[in-house]
DNA sequence: ACCAGAGCGA
DNA sequence: TCGCTCTGGT
C-alpha cells in the first residue's frame, strides 16, 4: 500500500508540464525514502531525473518499494483535471496495476479521483554518479528560459562559455550570429535573482538548442536553475523542487564540427 | 563608421512591428542628420517612410553616408531578443557588409550582440513633396485602430469623409453597411486623446481596410494619428516618434466604383 | 485591473 | 490550423 498526499498539488502538475514532452512513458519508483523518475527521452539523448523527497508530503506511506510504470500523456491529462489549488493524493496497493489520483478542492467542496492502468516498463535505472564539475552557473530561471527561446530564432545550437567574469551563449545561424553575456551578480537583493558562477576551470560546450528548449518546461518550478558542466560529462540542467528534491535533465554536448544532424 | 545609442529600445522594436509586414527588405539611409528608410509594400500599393533624427539618440555618430540593406523579417527576429528596457546600439563599419546589434539589459548585467548580413537593395529613393491638403484629422490612434478594424469585419474599403463638424468613416458589405462619425472635439484634458480636424475643403475618398490594418500596427509608437487628404494626392498616415521623428504611411485612394480587386 | 500577443493543445 | 489559456505590457 502506497499513499502520497501533496497539499501543494500544483507542483506536480508543473513536473508534468515540464517533462511529460521529453518522456512519453516512465517508472515512478517509490520507496519509503520518497519518490523519484529516471527516463531516457524518446530519442535517447537526453535523460530526466525526478526526485520527490517523502519529507515534502503532508502525508506519505509506503509500505515497499513499488515501481510504477505510467504513460506520461494519460497522466498529465488527469492532473490537467486538478485545479492548482488542489491537494492530490496517489494511492496505489501493493499488487495491482492501478493507480488512484484524488484531488480535494481547497474548500473540499469538491472531490474527483481518476483511476489509471499501470503498465510494464522495461527500464535500466542507472546509477547516475554527483560528479564534481569544472563550472556551475545558477542564474533566474526565466533568464536562461528567454536566452534559449531567442538564441534559437537564430541558431540551432549553442555554445555555452564560462569564464570567471560571466557566462556567454552563442549561436550562429543562416541570418546572422548571437553572443548573450551573463555577468556574475550577487549582489542583487533578491539571492533568486542573483547569477553565481562557480569556476574552477573555463569551459566551452555546444548544445542543442531544441533540447534545451524543452528542459526550461520547467521554469515554472524554480526561480533559478542550475547549469553543471565538464568538458567530458553531460550537462546538468537542474531546478530546485522546494523543501521536495529535484527535476534535472542530462544532455550530451555535441561534438564541434558535427552540427549537421537536425 | 556608424554607431547609434538609443536608450528607449523599444521604439525600434515597434518601429519593426509596424512595418515588418508591409516591406520585407529595405535601405536604412544613415547619415549624420539621422536614420530613415523609405519603402513600397510588397504588392507596390504602398509606401512606407520612417524618420529617426539624431538628435533622438543618445549618441549618434555616423562618418559617411551608408545605405543599409537589411531583410525586416530577420531584423525583426534580432531586435524580439531585445528586451523592452533595453538599451539598443547599432554599429556598422562603412565597408562592411554586416550590421551589429547591440543590447544592454538595465542592470547592465547581460549585455548581448547580434551580427546580420547585409543585403544589395535596389531602391529608388523618392523624393517626397511635402503637399498641402485639403484636410488633415488628428485623432486618438487607439481610436482609429478600433475604426479600422470594426469596419473590415463589414467591408473591405473604407470611405472617409472630412466635413467642418468631424471625419465620418463609412464601409458597406455583403452583411450591411457601417458609418462611424467622430466629431471635432479638442476640450477633452488630455491633448493627446483630441480630435482635430484642419479642414481647407471637404474631401471624401475611399481606401482598402486591409493597408489601413496594417498602418495601425504602428498604434504603440503614439497616442495620436494624423491623416491628410487631398482629392488627387495619397492620404498620409503619420504616427510621431517622441522627440525623434515620424512613421509615415501612404496609400493611393481607390477610384470610385473600382472596388472588385481584392 | 484590463487588453493584447504569444504559446500550447485540440 | 484554429481556439483557448496564460503571461506581459499599458
Known sequence: MLEFRLVQGSLLKKVMEAIKDLVTDANFECSSTGFSLQAMDSS???????????????????????SMGMNLNNMSKMLKCAGNDDIITIKADDGGDIVTFMFESPSQDKISDFEMKLMDISSEQLGIPESEYQSI???????????????????????????????KFSTRGDIGSANIVCRQNTSVDKPEEATVIEMKEPVSLTFALRYMNSFTKATPLSNSVSLSMSSDLPLVVEYKIADMGYLRFYLAPKIEDEEEQS
Not at 528567454?146 to 549553442?158: E, M, P, Y
Request: charged letters at 25%; a neutral charge.
Open 44 to 66: 535517447h539523448v537526453a535523460l530526466v531525473a525526478l526526485l520527490l523527497r517523502s519529507e515534502g508530503f503532508e502525508h506519505y506511506r509506503c509500505d515497499r518499494n513499488l
Open 137 to 167: 552557473v545558477r542564474m533566474p530561471a526565466a533568464e536562461f528560459q528567454r536566452i534559449c527561446k531567442d538564441l534559437s530564432s537564430i541558431g540551432d545550437t549553442v555554445i555555452i562559455s564560462v569564464t570567471k567574469e560571466g557566462v
